[in-house]
């Protein structure tokens, strides 16, 4: 067994061939055993991989094969004795496969685009197998791209649209084997390096630089420095992102300038780039040296910078707007400016040279050093010597002293450098003396004269200064001062009753001091000494405005000037009187210069102040002279008006606006848009108002005001009361009809209350109040026909004898043996009760 002629079996599996006998005696078996195919005897010591095993139990011997070899096949013959006499024999024929194998067929595989690849497929087996090819359930057979070799499926150049998962099949037809394995292919692409552009970068600061390549797999990155073949991943100051392709670069320094090259890796390939990273430094000014020459001569004043790039230096004097241009100067051909540049050293130097030096070229220079790092900024200074010169104080005032005071004569000359000063007298040095003092020789002086009472000292005197360029001198004279003549003439200008103002000429001055002040003295007429008279002092020049007079009184003035030696003589005699208490001055509207329009004419009744908004305008005003009376209030009234054939027509004029005398000013609101206003103000005092001053406005373009609504005479509070009192009146009214009707409402509760046993009384507290209360407000019934057309009950007669409201009231008709009843109205609850009639808190 197997009932099988041939067997066939893989090679590696396990197989046994077993032999019993069939017979009727099995004691009667002897030497039963297995032969090999080469009809050698197999024992339990075979080393041809096999062994014998007994059958348990029974008679017979079994060959077991533990694993199968191809060696191993071939026949294999049982015999056995039977009674000593009668062999018996039966064979098997054992045949040996090899079993389907993929000998190397990974489960990944990764061509390459662009290239020819085979897909590894080896498969192994005995019969040997055949091999098909699957993708996507399609069957691929050679064709132009496609070729089946021994081993593989070949695919000729590459695309990105062979991805995906093959089938490799493997079939022996003989024996029925079949197996398969699938084959996942993703084509690889090599990286490819986007272009990278110069980067710049300013010394100090971070820097990015950004590599992006394409692949499939995406890439990693590397960053070399090209000069030194340093591998950035481990250098400091720099940070690789392997998985982005950014270089970061902390703290750029000087010596970072250089070529960086990107490299993109993966299983496909390689790609590099360079990039030039450019280290930007910002201008540094390291020369620059003031210059001094003396004037009319040639100079040049140099500025030396250095940066990355070399820096463009170019000079600007301070007190002009724009730096000079390289070049001759449009505006002064003697001034030039030159550059030149080293770029190795990365240095530039600028040169400004001025020819014929004047003074004005003196001053501070500022050299600006300019690249694409930044600026910087140094100033110089050209100094232009030049011999003295008194041209600044050739108009100086004499110097003037009187009494015994000492003459203090000032020498500035102007002179670089400092001039040496010396005075002269009649072509002889002064040297100090008892009349002489000199304070300073250099940059300046000052002669101090003591003239005392010796008039020669009242002269002129002779300042030289000296420098290495040259001599100037200047005379100075020494003048004695008096005090002011008399003042020559006063004329009243303008007068109101508390105020006046003078016309004051002074007196003649040609060589004297100028006058400091003008001083009025002045009293009533009737005062016959100046002894208590007031004074008054202005400053020269200044309006002369006398205020707080009396109306209606008659004064004297007289006038004098005052310089710094004193006071000169009194004026003659004025006599002023003055008028009596009026209405105010007209007031002074205040005009804003910069919105007027001067409508083609010089009056200023024709002149148009333009107001900035479309529905206001803010009236201004000076504080007019009261005349005697103080000013309680100002009006102003204000009319649209227009131009119509060369003359002013008023419409739709205002009511008369009071302000207050505190404010100077008004705002003039609701005005419309685009229209001419005329504007009138009035000062006001007991006495009565001033003449108009007027003014004519225009707003400006825009949208009209909106006309104010007038808010109603009750307020909300007072709506909402007579409201509420309305629906409290009109729930009493349908209240009332309820009683009446159908007994029902709160006003029958309170009624009902007592109980039918008080009945009787209720009814006379009916008759008591009826007379009060048209309808039966305590009782249970309506109330009796009436004869009258009002249909109220008979009116209650009370008792004649006047009675307080807390007697007990009595009625005529009262039985000794009737009980009496009182009445108690609390809070318009009305209740009964045994006892005598009281009406309390009652209307009766």
């Known amino acids: 067994m197997p009932r099988f002629k041939v067997v066939s079996k893989a090679i590696g599996e396990k197989m046994a061939l077993t032999c019993k006998p069939v017979v009727r005696d099995t004691s009667l078996i002897t030497q039963i055993e297995w032969l090999d195919p080469k009809n050698r005897k197999i024992d339990s010591n075979s080393r041809n991989h096999m062994y014998l095993q007994n059958l348990p139990g029974d008679i017979g011997l079994m060959v077991v094969f533990p694993s199968l070899r191809a060696e191993h096949a071939g026949t294999y013959t049982c015999v056995a004795k039977y009674a000593n006499s009668v062999d018996l024999r039966a064979n098997v024929t054992v045949e040996t496969y090899e079993d389907i194998t993929f000998v190397s067929a990974p489960e990944n595989q990764y061509p390459i685009i662009n290239t020819d690849y085979t897909i590894k497929c080896e498969v192994k087996g005995n019969p040997s197998p055949t091999v098909d090819w699957y993708k996507n359930e399609v069957n691929i057979v050679t064709q132009e791209r496609y070729i089946v070799v021994n081993g593989g499926l070949t695919i000729k150049n590459v695309r990105e649209s062979d991805d995906g998962v093959y089938r490799c099949t493997a079939v022996v037809i003989s024996t029925g084997q079949i197996k398969s394995t699938e084959i996942r292919v993703e084509v690889l692409i090599p990286p490819k390096i986007e272009p990278i552009p110069t980067v710049s970068v300013t010394e100090g600061e971070s820097a990015i630089v950004k590599c992006k390549a394409t692949g499939k797999p995406p890439p990693k990155y590397t960053w070399i420095k090209v000069g030194t073949s340093e591998d950035l991943r481990k250098a400091d100051r720099f940070n690789v992102k392997e998985i982005t392709g950014d270089l970061l670069i902390s703290r750029v320094e000087f010596n970072d300038q250089s070529s960086y090259k990107c490299v993109a890796e993966n299983e496909a390939g390689l790609a590099e780039t360079s990039v030039d990273l450019k280290v930007l430094v910002k201008p540094r000014i390291f020369e620059l040296i003031n210059v001094t020459a003396p004037i009319h001569s040639e100079t040049r004043i140099i500025c030396k910078a250095n940066g990355r790039p070399p820096p463009k230096v170019v000079f600007q004097k301070l007190s002009n707007k724009e730096p000079f241009e390289f070049g001759k100067q449009t505006k002064d051909k003697r001034i030039n400016l030159d550059q030149t540049i ?53 108009n100086f005032p004499p110097t003037w002293t009187w009494g015994n005071r000492p003459g203090n004569i000032s020498c500035i000359p102007e002179a670089i450098p400092n001039a040496t000063i010396k005075w002269m007298h009649g072509g002889i040095e002064i040297r100090e003396s008892p009349n002489y003092k000199i304070v300073g020789t250099s940059p300046r002086s000052n002669l101090i004269v003591y003239p005392g009472n010796e008039k020669r000292y009242y002269t002129t005197y002779e300042c030289v200064a000296t420098n290495k360029l040259g001599t100037d001198k200047k005379s100075f004279p020494l003048q004695e001062a008096f005090r002011p003549e008399m003042i020559r003439q006063v004329n009243p200008h303008s007068i109101t009753a508390t105020t006046i103002k003078f016309s004051v000429t002074g007196p003649i001055i040609e060589d004297g001091l100028p006058l400091r002040t003008i001083t009025v003295q002045y009293k009533p007429e009737r005062e016959l000494t100046w002894d208590y008279a007031r004074n008054h002092t202005w400053s020269f020049g200044a309006p002369y405005i006398l205020e707080d007079l009396l109306p209606e009184v008659t004064y004297q003035f007289r006038f004098a000037a005052r310089n710094d030696v004193g006071m000169g003589q009194w004026s003659n005699t004025e006599t002023i009187s003055m008028p009596r208490r009026s209405e105010p001055a007209e007031p002074k509207i205040l005009l804003p210069a910069h919105s007027i329009i001067d409508d083609n004419t010089s009056s200023r009744q024709d002149m148009i102040a333009v107001s900035p908004y479309a529905d206001r305008y803010d009236i201004r005003w000076n504080v007019p002279n009261s005349n005697g009376d103080p000013i309680i209030r100002y009006i102003i009234r204000y009319c649209k008006t227009e131009k119509i054939n060369g003359e002013w027509r008023d419409s739709d004029c205002s009511e008369e606006i009071e302000q207050s005398v505190q404010y100077t000013h008004y705002e003039l609101t609701n005005l419309f848009a685009d229209t001419t206003y005329k504007v009138e103000l009035r000062a006001q005092n007991a006495i009565g108002a001033s003449s108009p001053a007027q003014i004519r406005i225009k707003t400006a373009r825009g949208m009209d005001p909106l006309v104010p609504v007038e808010s109603p005479t009750i307020s909300s509070g007072a709506i909402i009361g007579i409201v509420l009192a309305a629906i409290v009146l009109v729930l009493l009214v349908v209240d009332i009809a309820c009683f009446c009707v159908n007994r029902t409402g709160i006003l029958a509760t309170l009624c009902y209350r007592g109980g039918s046993k008080h009945d009787d009384e209720d009814q006379k507290l009916g008759s008591l109040y009826s007379w009060r209360f048209p309808l039966p407000y305590c009782s249970y019934k309506a109330a009796p026909a009436h004869p009258n057309s009002l249909n109220l009950p008979m009116p209650v007669k009370l008792i004649p004898t006047p009675t307080e409201e807390t007697e007990p009231l009595k009625s005529s008709n009262q039985t000794n043996g009737e009980t009496q009843l009182s009445v108690e109205y609390e809070g318009g609850k009305v209740y009964t009760k045994p006892g005598t009639i009281t009406g309390k808190h009652s209307a009766v």
């Open 342 to 394: 080293i770029t190795e050293k990365g240095e530039s130097m600028s040169t400004l040279v001025i020819s014929n030096l004047n003074r004005s070229d003196d001053g501070l220079y500022r050299c600006i050093a300019e690249n694409k790092a930044g600026t910087a900024i140094l100033n110089g200074h050209i100094t232009v010597e030049f011999p003295p010169t008194f041209e600044r104080t050739k």
